[in-house]
């Protein structure tokens, strides 16, 4: 296993995440932009209180019946935001609870001490890293 979680990690400034204030429409346009089905939401200082996904949104236009994308500049991201959602790491975090850990998310938001979002470590290069890991130690 790896000893650090630093070397799976996706850093911040190279996905698509969201802020608790923009407008339920930004959200919406970042999303599609990035093409994520759920991004990580992060307050002002930057530190990470949830994610949101498409049904999230979706939950959201149905139960308050405004289909319009102007309505949606009425609302926040932080008015669908669901609390515990998609639970984030601390960097120091055993891999070991990593690999657990994604099995039941897509993604996992890594955290320094203060809650700041470093950024995420993909199912997909966890599953990887795996793979290659296996496949070298059957040619060893």
Known sequence: ?????????KPKKMIGYLEENQTLRQGLEIMRYHGY???PVINE???YIGTV???DFLWNILE???YSIFDQ???SIKEILRKGFNPPVKVT??????????????FVPV????????GIVTRQNVIRYLTEKTCKRASD
Do not use: R
């Open 93 to 106: 975090t055993p891999v070991e609870n990593l690999v657990s850990q994604i099995m039941n998310q897509n």
């Open 73 to 75: 500049e009425k609302h």
């Open 1 to 9: 296993m790896i000893d650090n979680i630093l070397l799976l990690l």
């Open 111 to 118: 955290i320094d001490d203060q809650g700041v979002l470093m």
């Open 53 to 55: 996904s498409e049904g």
């Open 64 to 66: 308050t019946k405004n």
């Open 37 to 39: 089905t759920a991004l």
């Open 45 to 47: 200082n930057g530190q």
